[in-house]
């Protein structure tokens, strides 16, 4: 379960991020008006910066965790197990209705 929120947030939190550098690139430099609107600015970019690496970083952690392999592994074999049982209980139906 803490591995889907944490998969949910970082997916939501990078949606962001892409979405923000996209804005960022393509939005054209104003002046500032002042120079303490301009140590804000520079600050909460400074903050932006950093939690895109760091979110960056954990996209990368998870990547090397190998999830999707393990999600196919797990989907295999839950597949292979639910077919056996399947066919256990169609032959159990089967034979209960046809006895002879």
């Avoid at 923000?20 to 008006?33: G, V, Y």
């Avoid at 999600?71 to 074999?77: A, F, G, K, S, W």
Wanted: charged fraction near 20%.
């Amino acid at each position: 379960m803490k591995l889907i929120t944490v998969a949910v947030l970082l997916a939501v939190f990078c949606y962001g991020v892409e979405s923000f550098r996209l804005q960022k690139r393509d939005a054209e430099p104003t002046a500032p008006s002042s120079a303490w609107g301009n140590v804000v600015t520079d600050t909460l970019w400074d903050y932006w910066g950093k939690g895109t690496a760091l979110a960056s970083g954990w996209i990368e952690d998870v990547k090397s965790w190998k999830v999707d392999e393990k999600v196919i592994n797990l989907y295999t074999e839950s597949a292979t197990a639910i077919e056996t049982y399947t066919g256990i209980l169609k032959d159990q139906i089967y034979h209960s209705w046809n006895q002879q």
